[in-house]
T-cell receptor
Framework: AQKVTQAQTEISVVEKEDVTLDCVYE???????LFWYKQPPSGELVFLIR??????QNEISGRYSWNFQKSTSSFNFTITASQVVDSAVYFC???????????FGAGTRLFVKA | DTEVTQTPKHLVMGMTNKKSLKCEQH?????MYWYKQKAKKPPELMFV???????INESVPSRFSPECPNSSLLNLHLHALQPEDSALYLC???????????????FGAGSRLTVL
C-alpha cells in the first residue's frame, strides 16, 4: 500500500523566516514519483516539483529547495525567506511509475505573517 | 490563465436536479481526471480517463457519471446528489503514460458545488 504522511497540520511563520515542510512516504514500488503541489486560497492546485525515485539529488529553485532521502523515505520542502504570497496549503504526493493514481498527503497549511 | 478550464465556478443544486460540470484542456494531454476535495482535506481521486477511455473509477456512486466526449473535454454529470456531496470538484490533466511529464497533474480552478 502507498501512503504519504505530512505530520505538520499548520505552520505559522513571520515573513523572511525559513520554513521546512516535512513529508514521509511509504511504498513497496521500486520506481515511483514524488511531488509537491501548492494550493493557494484561490483553490487551484499548482505543481511545484516532481522527483523520480532514482534521482536523490536535491533541487533548488529560487527560494524553494527539496531534500529527497530514500533511506528515510522523506521528501522535505524548504522555503527560504518566506513571503506572504507563500501562504497556502502544500501537498506532498506519490505516484507509482506508469500509474494514474496520485496519493496525496493530508497537506500542511502555511501561514506567513507580514 | 489556467490551462485547464472548469465551468461553472460555483453551482448550487437541489437533490432532485440534474446538472453537469465541464472541463476543457488544450495542452494535448491524453489523461484527464476528476477529483473531489472537501474542506481542509486532500483531493480524492474519482475518475481517470486515458485516451478517452475510462481507466479508473474509484467506486464512485452512480449519481456521478463521467463522460469524455473527446481528448480535450471531460464532463461530470450529476443527478440525485446528497448534501454530503457538497465539495470542490477539481479537474486535472496529464500527459499519457511514458511522457516526460507523466503523472504531473495540471489542475483547473475547480467547481464549488453546494447541494441543498
Amino acid at each position: 500500500a502507498q501512503k504519504v504522511t505530512q505530520a505538520q497540520t499548520e505552520i505559522s511563520v513571520v515573513e523572511k523566516e525559513d520554513v521546512t515542510l516535512d513529508c514521509v512516504y511509504e511504498t513497496r514500488d521500486t520506481t515511483y514519483y514524488l511531488f509537491w503541489y501548492k494550493q493557494p486560497p484561490s483553490g487551484e492546485l499548482v505543481f511545484l516539483i516532481r522527483r523520480n525515485s532514482f534521482d536523490e539529488q536535491n533541487e533548488i529553485s529560487g527560494r524553494y529547495s527539496w531534500n529527497f532521502q530514500k533511506s528515510t523515505s522523506s521528501f522535505n520542502f524548504t522555503i527560504t525567506a518566506s513571503q506572504v504570497v507563500d501562504s497556502a496549503v502544500y501537498f506532498c504526493a506519490l505516484t507509482r511509475t506508469g500509474g494514474f493514481k496520485t496519493i496525496f498527503g493530508a497537506g500542511t497549511r502555511l501561514f506567513v505573517k507580514a | 490563465d489556467t490551462e485547464v478550464t472548469q465551468t461553472p465556478k460555483h453551482l448550487v443544486m437541489g437533490m432532485t436536479n440534474k446538472k453537469s460540470l465541464k472541463c476543457e484542456q488544450h495542452m494535448g494531454h491524453r489523461a484527464m481526471y476528476w477529483y473531489k476535495q472537501k474542506a481542509k482535506k486532500p483531493p480524492e481521486l474519482m475518475f481517470v480517463y486515458s485516451y478517452e477511455k475510462l481507466s479508473i473509477n474509484e467506486s464512485v456512486p452512480s449519481r456521478f457519471s463521467p463522460e469524455c466526449p473527446n481528448s480535450s473535454l471531460l464532463n461530470l454529470h450529476l443527478h440525485a446528489l446528497q448534501p454530503e456531496d457538497s465539495a470542490l470538484y477539481l479537474c486535472a490533466s496529464s500527459q499519457g503514460r511514458g511522457g516526460s511529464g507523466a503523472n504531473v497533474l495540471t489542475f483547473g480552478a475547480g467547481s464549488r458545488l453546494t447541494v441543498l
